[in-house]
């Protein structure tokens, strides 16, 4: 199955419209959405009518079909604004959709894609645990069989939009210590057992809905394992991962880039010394540096996800996968570098919250860690490549 995406023109017009909205409808927003701590109600709507809640579902499920390169421009725009905004859909598009897609029945395609594409259905992907993050494979939540159900008990932790999602897309141990006892499950989240811990206070990313999930005793038909068979789980989120780490890494490169526009914007406006700051030449460095790592890191981008676009979907090439975890290493640091040049740029200013740029400072923060640290972006770049010389892209 190739990704080749909707129709050049097709694809122009509807990237203006995610342009125009997002500088006339999300950006005035920002700051209701940090004092709120939320995305209005009429927005999410709006975002669904846009059709971003089916961007990487094909259209035969009722989606927009996007390839991995167009879905990244999006990804490049969304990350301009407030991330609560893509929160709202991201995990629809990535990481709670891919796996049905790429490793579910025909029926799950067909009876859970459409719903998740309209935004009917608003997806949380479950796997982070008290103890088990970074080391996916000691998770310890179990499903145990009983007849024609799996009955789910233990504890999810720092599940993205598990406040307002309607369904997970859960994993849970079927069977032994290794990889191969995992599996991952559809669970509606109005299941009877399946509560919900106290919204998470965070650094940044405000607006962004993160909980424990709690599963006491949850039973869920077996037909609800995604692709019919216990224990493909865990190959099943690592194949899903190579698509979500290019895609935050399209979303660091649109925060470098409104971090390095309002530093632009403030270095021509400030003046000291009877100029604009902007006249100094160490604050031109400052820009300089920025612009040069913009660049690199969009470059890298596009050329992964253009190579992306052309193996199968759910490839398990070991170049690709030192592609996207090159790619979201790289982007994802550099964002932090921009955002903080960008306030020392604003000086004083930079540290208000009245300044677009001290939220930038602290939303960028997370990139570096969710989807794997950039430690292990490390760890799976050096591990592949002492393995196989061949996976040199």
């Not at 579902?57 to 999006?74: A, D, K």
């Not at 100094?280 to 992306?308: G, H, P």
Request: charged share 20%.
């Amino acid at each position: 199955m190739l990704k080749n995406g909707i129709d050049e023109q097709s694809f122009s017009i509807f990237i203006d419209s995610v342009h125009r909205f997002i500088r006339e409808r999300l950006m005035p927003l920002e700051h209701l959405v940090e004092e709120t701590d939320s995305v209005p109600q009429e927005v999410i709507q709006e975002l669904r009518e846009l059709g971003m809640f089916g961007l990487s579902i094909p259209e035969s499920y009722g989606g927009l079909g996007l390839s991995m390169s167009q879905e990244c421009q999006v990804a490049f725009e969304i990350g301009q604004t407030s991330l609560a905004f893509r929160s709202v859909f991201g995990t629809n598009i990535g990481i709670g959709s891919q796996g049905i897609l790429m490793d579910g029945t025909q029926e799950q395609r067909e009876t859970i894609l459409p719903r998740v594409a309209s935004g009917e259905l608003q997806m949380a992907f479950a796997l982070t645990e008290p103890d088990a993050g970074t080391d996916a494979a000691a998770i310890k939540t179990v499903a145990v069989a009983e007849g024609d159900y799996y009955v789910l008990t233990g504890t999810k932790r720092f599940i993205s939009n598990a406040p307002n999602a309607d369904a997970f897309t859960l994993m849970a141990r079927t069977g032994g210590v290794q990889n191969d006892g995992i599996s991952a499950f559809f669970v509606p989240a109005d299941s009877p057992g399946l509560s919900l811990g106290k919204p998470d206070k965070k650094m940044g990313q405000r607006g962004t809905k993160t909980c424990d999930v709690i599963l006491e005793g949850v039973r869920v038909p077996a037909s609800n394992i995604i692709g019919g068979e216990p224990g493909l789980g865990f190959k099943t989120a690592m194949k899903v991962l190579n698509r979500a780490r290019l895609h935050l890494a399209a979303v660091a490169c649109g925060m470098a880039k409104r971090a390095l526009d309002e530093s632009v914007s403030y270095a021509r406006d400030r003046r000291q010394f009877g100029r604009p700051i902007g006249d100094f030449q160490l604050v031109q460095a400052m820009i300089a540096d920025s612009q040069a790592e913009l660049l690199a890191a969009w470059a890298l981008v596009q050329e992964t996800a253009r190579r992306f676009d052309e193996l199968p979907l759910g490839s398990p090439d070991p170049a690709m996968r030192v592609m996207t975890s090159s790619a979201k290493m790289f982007a994802t640091e550099m964002a932090g570098r921009v955002a903080d040049r960008g306030v020392q740029i604003h000086g004083g200013s930079g540290y208000m919250s009245e300044f677009a740029i001290e939220r930038l400072y602290r939303d960028v923060r997370l990139l570096r860690l969710y989807e794997g640290t950039t430690q292990i972006q490390q760890v799976i770049i050096g591990r592949t490549l002492l393995k196989d010389i061949d996976a040199l892209p």
